[in-house]
């Protein structure tokens, strides 16, 4: 079993920066892809970006390409997702997730979700 601790949303102006994190309690990620998604009010949960278990491989929805980017920090067991630029139609509920091995782009794919943390970027 996988829990996943996010946090670092907040409520920031257009054009301000956010990083989240995302660390697995009690396991390394090193054997799982890890992605972030986010569901903004009255939207599906949407995929932003995610890596694969060797964190080698990347990849980013066209919305936030260019903007955001995902890392992880091997030594202290934690994903990032660095956010600049940030527009009002990012705001929404940011939630990390974990699957076994293999990169997908659908939040089906996912086994291991967490709480999820609030972005509100303001005009």
């Known amino acids: 079993q996988v829990q996943l601790v996010e946090s670092g949303g907040g409520l920031v102006q257009a054009g301000a920066s956010l990083r989240l994190s995302c660390a697995p309690s009690?396991?390394?990620?090193?054997?799982?892809?890890m992605g972030w998604f986010r569901q903004g009010p009255g939207k599906e949960r949407e995929f932003v970006a995610a890596?694969?278990?060797?964190?080698?491989?990347?990849y980013y929805s066209d919305s936030v390409k260019g903007r955001f980017t995902i890392s992880r920090d091997n030594v202290k067991n934690t994903m990032y997702l660095q956010m600049n630029s940030l527009k009002p139609e990012d705001t929404a509920v940011y939630y990390c997730?974990?699957?076994?091995?293999?990169?997908?782009?659908?939040?089906?794919?996912?086994?291991?979700w967490g709480q999820g943390t609030q972005v509100t970027v303001s005009s």
């Open positions: 890596f694969g278990w060797s964190g080698v491989t990347t």
């Open positions: 009690g396991r390394s990620f090193s054997d799982y892809a």
């Open positions: 997730a974990a699957r076994w091995r293999i990169l997908r782009a659908t939040a089906s794919a996912y086994n291991y």
